[in-house]
């Protein structure tokens, strides 16, 4: 199915705590990460060697958790976003969730810009306070998927697009895994991937179910290079494989995986 984990290099000290990862569509081979809680409102662009190459400051706001990244349709639908999931809360502290969106850059000269024009999307939970690091995009409806993290059995959360700048998710699913800290769905929107800190879950969509439905059938468990803080996946957009990236821990850099289909 895949092949085992290459590493593909570590990444600078400047990213240190990364956690989300999504491969970018303006700059081909590249991928968008970011830092989580307590550090700056940046978003990064890596190149596969894991190097950073172009930094992103997001204007005016804070970093209160950043937990993760993805790219979809916008409040203009033919072209790409970015989108920033400021969605952690350790602690359940924060009855709104904050999405920030802008229209994804392309590489040029530049290694630093400031992105001054973004949107803010408030989300809030139809079942209470609580903690989540995964965001996923649907590529057909273009909706948000987000899954909450510390219960026994996580919930899914569905928000349909287009997004109101205040709104409320729908819980969806409820399904047995615990600690899910980041996901993933294929650009043609029949495969996901889900991982813990020990796991990687995989599902292929033969039945054609919806998103909500598929995750609770049985998954395969995929080779996995375990982390000690591993926070991020993220599909190759041509298919090819998909890209595991860790923190750093005790000194050692996190490392860009990549596990090859066979």
């Known amino acids: 199915m895949f092949e085992k984990g290459v590493s593909f290099g570590e990444v600078e000290d400047r990213l240190h705590e990364a956690s989300g990862l999504v491969e970018s569509i303006a700059n081909p081979k590249h991928l968008w990460t970011l ?17 950073i190459k172009l930094v992103c400051k997001l204007a005016g706001i804070d970093n209160r958790d950043f937990e993760d990244i993805a790219i979809g349709a916008g409040s203009d639908s033919s072209k790409n976003y970015v989108y920033v999931a400021d969605i952690g809360d350790n602690l359940t502290r924060y009855k709104v969730k904050l999405i ?14 400031t992105i001054s024009k973004f949107e803010t999307l408030q989300v809030t939970l139809p079942d209470g306070v609580r903690d989540s690091e995964t965001l996923m995009i649907e590529p057909d409806s273009h909706d948000m998927i987000l899954i909450s993290k510390l219960e026994d ?5 569905r928000i349909a697009y287009p997004f109101d700048k205040k709104t409320k998710a729908t819980h969806v699913a409820t399904i ?6 980041a996901g993933g769905i294929s650009m043609n929107g029949e495969e996901v991937l889900l991982k ?14 919806p998103l909500e439905q598929l995750l609770q059938q049985k998954p395969s468990i995929l080779l996995y290079e375990r982390e000690k803080q ?4 993220a599909w190759a957009r041509d298919g090819s494989g ?15 995986l990549f596990y090859k289909r066979r």
């Not at 920030?100 to 810009?113: H, N, S, T």
């Not at 059995?153 to 959360?157: A, K, Q």
């Not at 591993?230 to 996946?233: M, R, V």
């Not at 998909?242 to 860009?256: F, Q």
């Open 35 to 51: 830092n989580d809680s307590g550090n700056p409102a940046e978003v990064f662009l890596i190149d596969q060697t894991a190097k």
């Open 100 to 113: 920030y969106r802008f229209e994804e850059p392309a590489l040029e000269a530049d290694k630093e810009i």
């Open 153 to 157: 059995s996580v919930r899914v959360y």
């Open 176 to 181: 047995p895994y615990f600690k899910i800290v």
């Open 196 to 209: 813990d800190y020990d796991n990687i879950y995989y599902w292929k969509n033969q039945a054609d179910f």
């Open 230 to 233: 591993g926070e991020s996946i």
């Open 242 to 256: 998909y890209y595991t990236l860790s923190e750093k821990v005790k000194g050692k850099r996190g490392e860009l």
